[in-house]
C-alpha cells in the first residue's frame, strides 16, 4: 500500500518528492544444544520493513513512514520533521530515542548479525514524543550535536501515556572532523571521530508498579581508511516503588574493531569484525543495607565475524551483503549455560 501511495504522489505534477525505500534480511542461527535451555531453537528467520519519506519543494518539512512486516506489520517510525534552521532539527511523533550509537544505527547498517545484549535488555528502544537536535556548524563542517527528547515512556505503538508521567532523553555527541551522514557502524574510509554521552530518565507504570530508572551512557566511535573502532559503556539504576521488590542496577560495556582485508579486491568487499562484550545485567540491592544481595548471571561475550560486502563504494557498504558471525558467552556466575550462537545472514536494502 505505501509503495502506491508514493507511486502515485510521484506521477503527480508539482507534488512532494516521495522516496520509497525497503529492506529484507534472511538469517539462519544455530544454537548450541544445552540441558539448562531446552527452549533455544534453530532455524531460520526473515526481516522485512517498507517505508517512505517525503519532503515539500521549498519548505523546511519532511515525513517519514516505515512499517515492519514481519511477523505482522506493526509500524516502526512515523515522523513529522521540521527544520526552521539550517542547524536546529526538530522531530515529532514515533522515533528512536536518542540514545547509544549502536542503537541508533539500523539494524542493516551494523557489522555483526548480532546486537549488544545489554543495549537490547535496557529497555531503549522508539518512543511517542518529540526531539530538537542543535548542530554546531563551523567551517562548513558539523562539529557536535546536542538532542533533547521527551516522550510518553509508554513504548512503541502505545497512544496513551497512561500515568502521565514522561521519559527524558539528552544526548551530546562531539565530531571534531566532521559529522556523518546517519547512523551506521564501521567506516566509510574518511577520518571520523565521535565522542558522545547520553542520559535517560523514565517513569514507568503506577503505585506499587512504578519503577523510576535512571541510564548513562558513553560512547567512542572511531573511522579511518579500512579500520574502525568503537566502544560504549551504559549504568541504569532501576528503583521500584514497591519495597517489596529489590532495587537493582545494570551495567554494561562493549569494544568492537573491525577491518577490511587491506589486499586489492578484497579491501572494499570483505571485512573482520570483532567484539568484546561484558555485562552485568541484574545486581538487586537491599532496601536498607544498601549492599548487593545478588549478581545473576553476569557475562562476558566474545564475538567474531566476516561480512562480504557486494557494493564498494564506501557509503553503501551495508545496502547490500552478507555477514556470518559466531558468538561464545560466559557466564561469569550463576548457572553454566551452553548458548553459543552461529549466525548467517544476508542484507539487501534498496
Known amino acids: 500500500m505505501l509503495l502506491l501511495i508514493a507511486a502515485a504522489f510521484a506521477a503527480v505534477p508539482a507534488s512532494p518528492s516521495v522516496r520509497p525505500s525497503a529492506w ?21 528467520t526473515a526481516e522485512a520493513r517498507i517505508g517512505v519519506e517525503a519532503s515539500v519543494p521549498d519548505l523546511p518539512v519532511s515525513a517519514k513512514v516505515e ?9 516502526t517510525d512515523a515522523s513529522l520533521i521540521i527544520a526552521p534552521l539550517a542547524f ?7 522515533m528512536k530515542v536518542p540514545f547509544s550509537l549502536h542503537r541508533l544505527a539500523s539494524d542493516t547498517r551494523r557489522q555483526l548479525p548480532q546486537g549488544v545484549g545489554f543495549l ?21 563542517k558539523t562539529l557536535g550535536t546536542f538532542t533533547s527528547g521527551v516522550y510518553n515512556g509508554e513504548g512503541a505503538n502505545r497512544i496513551q501515556n497512561v500515568n502521565q508521567r514522561f521519559l527524558f532523553a539528552q544526548r551530546v555527541l562531539v565530531t571534531p ?6 547512523f551506521s557502524e564501521g567506516t566509510q574510509r574518511a577520518l571520523y571521530v565521535g565522542i558522545g554521552g547520553g542520559w535517560l530518565y523514565d517513569y514507568e507504570g503506577d503505585g506499587l508498579t512504578a519503577a523510576e530508572s535512571n541510564t548513562f551512557g558513553v560512547e567512542l566511535q572511531v573511522a579511518w581508511n579500512v579500520l574502525s573502532f568503537q566502544a560504549e559503556a551504559v549504568d541504569q539504576d532501576i528503583v521500584n516503588a514497591n519495597a517489596a521488590v529489590a532495587d537493582y542496577h545494570v551495567k554494561g560495556a562493549y569494544g568492537q574493531l573491525g577491518c577490511f582485508v ?14 568484546f562484550e561484558a555485562a552485568e545485567p541484574n545486581t538487586a540491592f537491599g532496601a536498607e543495607e544498601g549492599e548487593a544481595q545478588a549478581d545473576l548471571q553476569a557475562i562476558q561475550t566474545i564475538t567474531g565475524g566476516v561480512n562480504l560486502y557486494i557494493r564498494a563504494a564506501p557509503e553503501r557498504f551495508h545496502d547490500m551483503k552478507v555477514q556470518a558471525a559466531y558468538a561464545h558467552v560466559t557466564p561469569l556466575e550463576g548457572e553454566d549455560l551452553d548458548d553459543d ?10
Do not use: C, K, M
Not at 512499517?67 to 509500524?75: D, F, H, K, S, Y
Not at 587491506?262 to 571485512?271: G, K
Not at 550462537?341 to 534498496?350: C, E, G, K
Open 120 to 140: 537490547s535488555e535496557a529497555g531503549i528502544g522508539r518512543e511517542i514524543g518529540a526531539s530538537v537536535a542543535v548542530d554546531v556548524p563551523i567551517a562548513g
Open 262 to 275: 587491506p589486499a586489492a579486491w578484497l579491501r572494499d568487499h570483505v571485512e573482520l569484525v570483532g567484539r
Open 67 to 75: 512499517l515492519a512486516l514481519l511477523p505482522e506489520p506493526q509500524l
Open 177 to 182: 572532523f566532521g559529522a556523518r551522514p546517519g
Open 88 to 94: 536546529v532539527t526538530v522531530n515529532l511523533g514515533q
Open 24 to 44: 529484507v534480511r534472511p538469517a539462519f542461527t544455530w544454537i548450541a544444544d544445552s540441558p539448562q535451555n531446552p527452549t533455544a531453537q534453530d532455524g531460520f
Open 341 to 350: 550462537t552461529f549466525t548467517v545472514s544476508a542484507t539487501a536494502r534498496f
